[in-house]
């Protein structure tokens, strides 16, 4: 399954690697400090059409292919992750529900608006009884004449502070629940009934926000169901349909990171070599060294492998896991080797590792907990 990467394309990925080095690398830590990104920076990303990377060219978006997608991904996430998570977010979990599933009509009122970067979008799934099991959420809507009510709450919503659309998922059948009771919706920021809690204090990812959600009779018109009226009851598929891809891209932004903590590393230890470190002294570095690089080196290729199947038409429901949980886990790995290379060094911002140790410590949790993934791979080995 080799992949031929246009001229265009390759293009794009160096200007994305001289925006990581020029731009984005170097006011890193102002952005960890301060949990914001600069507005400039935001208008830089726009003007690479990163926002709109998977949405079709039609509705204005640059129509990549699952695996350019992903290898732009390993470039930006060489950084700071909150970078990523305001982008990939919106083109992704937040955007992907109306790609997949949305009328014609949802597609050209809503993809161009979120492709340019006008609009930005979020995925509200997470309640407070409903983490893990998606199944289990509470959020109801009823239809009541033209529009729908929902009541309920979801927590931990990526991007809410800036999105204008929140594709959200939320109970419209009791009885049935998620084999057939569950609704996506279109939620427009500024509906009656809406409201957005305060910013989550998180230990990683800073400069990327989360919020709880309040839905309190909240009023949505009634064809802002995604897909439309017949797809009452379909969202809890559309749902994890757009995780099957969060998940392969969460494992784009482990790789990616891993690979730079793996590359500050070097520089590390060629530091202590030109300052008279013995190679002797620095053996257990080295094997931590090596290890790194054959972790790394295993979780790119099932990436790259997984996101060529997808382009390629299959399902890769169990390879995303698969790959989500072994790249997180390779992420983790390396920048806790980092740590212990680096020594006391490393628990200084200044060196990134730190912050990349609690970056990618999220990325196990996002989209999905470990576990959980491990849970959808056995349950489909065993189903067959
Ligand atoms: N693609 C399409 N449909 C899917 C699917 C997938 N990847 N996974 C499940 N479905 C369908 C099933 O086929 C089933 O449909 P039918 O009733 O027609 O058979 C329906 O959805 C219910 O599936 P299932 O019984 O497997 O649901 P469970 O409640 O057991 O939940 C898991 C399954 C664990 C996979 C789900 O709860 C999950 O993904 N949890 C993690 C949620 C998460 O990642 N949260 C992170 C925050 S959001 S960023």
Redesign the pocket.
């Known amino acids: 399954m080799e992949v031929t990467l246009t001229d265009d394309f390759k293009k794009l990925r160096s200007s994305v690697r001289e925006l990581v080095i020029n731009t984005l690398d170097p006011i890193s830590l102002e952005v960890e400090k301060s949990s914001l990104i600069p507005e400039y920076v935001v208008d830089e990303l726009r003007h690479l059409g990163l926002f709109g990377m998977p949405i079709p060219k039609t509705y204005g978006g640059l129509g990549l292919t699952t695996i350019e997608e992903i290898l732009i991904y390993e470039e930006l996430t060489r950084t700071n992750g909150s970078y990523r998570s305001r982008i990939g977010t919106s083109n992704g979990?937040g955007s992907m529900g109306i790609v997949y599933d949305g009328t014609a009509a949802q597609k050209s009122h809503y993809l161009p608006r979120i492709a340019s970067g006008e609009w930005t979008s979020a995925?509200a799934?997470?309640e407070p009884d409903a983490?893990?099991?998606?199944?289990n959420i509470r959020t109801t809507a009823v239809l009541e004449g033209d529009h729908w009510v929902l009541n309920g709450n979801k927590i931990f919503i990526t991007n809410a502070d800036t999105a204008q659309l929140f594709t959200t998922i939320v109970v419209t059948d009791e009885e049935k629940r998620?084999?057939?009771g569950v609704t996506a919706f279109i939620v427009e920021k500024g509906v009656p009934g809406f409201s957005i809690g305060a910013t989550d204090i998180k230990m990683g990812l800073k400069g990327s926000h989360t919020h709880e959600l309040v839905f309190k009779d909240c009023r949505v018109p009634k064809d802002n169901v995604i897909g439309g009226m017949d797809m009452v009851g379909q969202g809890?598929?559309t749902a994890?349909?757009v995780?099957?891809k969060?998940r392969l891209t969460m494992g784009a932004c482990a790789v990616g990171a891993a690979q730079r903590v793996m590359e500050l590393t070097i520089e590390h230890i060629h530091r202590k070599l030109a300052s008279g470190t013995s190679k002797g002294d620095l053996q257990t570095a080295q094997f931590l060294l090596a290890d790194m690089a054959t972790r790394i080196y295993a979780a790119r290729q099932m990436l790259h492998h997984t996101a060529r199947m997808k382009d390629s038409g299959d399902n890769v429901?169990r390879q995303s896991s698969m790959v989500k949980v072994f790249c997180t886990e390779t992420a983790s790995l390396v920048a806790d080797w980092a740590m212990d290379i680096f020594e006391e060094d490393g628990c200084l911002t200044g060196n990134q590792v730190e912050m990349f140790l609690r970056d990618v410590r999220l990325y196990r949790i996002?989209?999905?907990t470990s576990e959980?993934q491990r849970?959808?791979i056995s349950r489909d080995l065993l189903s067959q």
């Open positions: 979990i995925f799934l997470t983490g893990s099991d998606a199944g998620n084999r057939g809890f598929k994890m349909r995780l099957d969060g429901t996002y989209e999905g959980i849970l959808i």
